[in-house]
Nanobody, 119 residues
């Protein structure tokens, strides 16, 4: 099992930036990739971005391409999500998760961090 802890959420005005962090501990050697997901009130949890543990491959949802950047620091078992040009529709609870070789969540989730973008 892998334990995940997110941080970095907060309140920001539209057009602003935030940087989220997700630190993993436990059986991290079994992790193929890491992903960020978000869930707005009354909506399903949606994919945002993912990165292979090696850092060689990244994937983004169309809604965040060109605005968000996912990166990782293997030495610190930490994945980051740099969010720029934030919009009110980016408001959600953001979760990180471990992914399997099919880039699908495989059971480990963080507790979530709230991101609120005001207009």
């Amino acid at each position: 099992q892998v334990q995940l802890v997110e941080s970095g959420g907060g309140l920001v005005q539209a057009g602003g930036s935030l940087r989220l962090s997700c630190t993993a501990s436990g059986r991290t050697f079994s992790t193929y990739a890491m992903g960020w997901f978000r869930q707005a009130p009354g909506k399903e949890r949606d994919f945002v971005a993912a990165i292979s543990w090696s850092g060689t491959r990244t994937v983004y949802a169309d809604s965040v391409k060109g605005r968000f950047t996912i990166s990782g620091d293997n030495a610190k078992n930490t994945v980051f999500l740099q969010m720029n040009s934030l919009k009110p529709e980016d408001t959600a609870v953001y979760y990180c998760a471990t992914l399997n070789t099919a880039w699908v969540p495989n059971g480990s989730w963080g507790q979530g961090t709230q991101v609120t973008v005001s207009s």
